[in-house]
């Protein structure tokens, strides 16, 4: 790249690192605000909750990214125009691939990158996420133990809790097991805590009672404890084998999956669109490029408006995006569409680049533009030398 490419590399390299960081961050904030319950309500630790929401990033980026990169070249466009190098350039004979060449090396260099994301990023990510989310769902602790709550981790089986201070201590706690038929069982408790020891969770109550009412008997057995302790591991869910997700799996998972796979037979059109989508995404970089380029890649006056140019340049790129979502869904329910899942960024890339060809054209003057041009400079003319006549006889009077 020559000098000026090379600068306008610099000026959108910037600008995409800053609108990315900044798009990211906003979503992220949403997406942790929308996870403050597992501190909030579901007793999770802080290192859980910054796992679990910096684990969704790696998704958000490749969502972001290509959004960050049209809003890059839109605006290092519009600023080079408006500082009028676009103009200079183009009058000293650049055409617009002189200013498309900086803007799709960083194209090129978003889509390897998502290219890299999609086949390896987001399946690890997804599946430690998976593997988080499924451990805190079958966290009995913060699924059942809800302060106000009387929660139930299978059938005759209650627990309450009056309060969770800060410090993870349970406050008024009443467990009521019926699962046995031969006897009721209750305990009541004033205090207790988690005690966690690798994948082993137990329940310790401090000073209590146990009241046991056998069915064959009219009176109750009540037993005082100064500390008791409960494995929680015998209420946790029975089944803890869950298919991993499409999207947390890896592409040779994906083009031979186990023919015995619960979530394969149920929905295969759903693998055979995440393959594609994953290769046919990477396009949309350069096709987001283009549109740009085709829209503001020309050097306009200031009494051109730009904003015209800029919404048709939002919403061409936001159409050809939902148009490639909609193919993908499509490709899940008939194999035919997979000429769409692909066709469709390329058809964008072809007719964005021919546009901003087109424009590069000078345009041909009819006949009728060119009459009426000179009526009207004939007209101007007559109508300033009438005005010249009338001031130089005003003149005379006011001298005679």
Known sequence: MDLYSRYLFR?????????????????WIATALKQLTLLTSQGQTTWTFLKMTLLALPNLIAIIAPVALLITAIHTLNKANGDSELIVMTASGATVWRFARPFLALGA????????????????STRILQHYIVKVRTDLISQVLQPGQFS???????????????????????????????ISTTYLAERGEIYKQGN?????????HIIRRPADADAAQIIAFSQYAIDLEQFGPKDKQRPLKIRARYLGELLNP???????????????????????????????VLVALSQLGLAQTTRQGRVRTIMTA??????????????????????????????????????AAAIATA??????????????ETWFETFIQRAMRLIGADSALARKDTSA
Do not use: C
């Open 152 to 182: 139930s981790p299978e059938n005759q089986l209650t627990f309450h809790i009056r309060d969770r201070t800060f410090q993870g201590e349970l406050r008024g706690l009443v467990m009521q097991d019926d699962r046995d038929k031969t």
């Open 109 to 124: 260099i978003v889509m390897i990158l998502l290219l890299l994301a999609n086949l390896y990023v987001l399946p690890w």
């Open 200 to 208: 082993e969770a137990y329940l310790i109550m401090k000073d209590g």
């Open 11 to 27: 000026q959108a390299g910037g600008a995409l690192l800053l609108i990315l960081l900044s798009l990211t961050g906003v979503v």
């Open 258 to 288: 186990d023919p015995n796979d619960r979530l394969y037979i149920g929905q295969p059109g759903k693998f055979r669109s995440e393959i594609h989508e994953r290769f046919a995404s990477a396009l949309y970089p350069i096709v987001f």
């Open 314 to 351: 939002f919403v061409a790129a936001s159409g050809i995006r939902m148009a490639g979502l909609a193919a993908t869904n499509l490709l899940a329910l008939h194999t035919w569409a997979i000429w769409l899942v692909y066709g469709i960024p390329i058809a964008g890339i072809v007719f």
């Open 359 to 372: 424009k590069m054209r000078p345009k041909k003057r009819s006949r009728m533009s060119e009459t009426m």
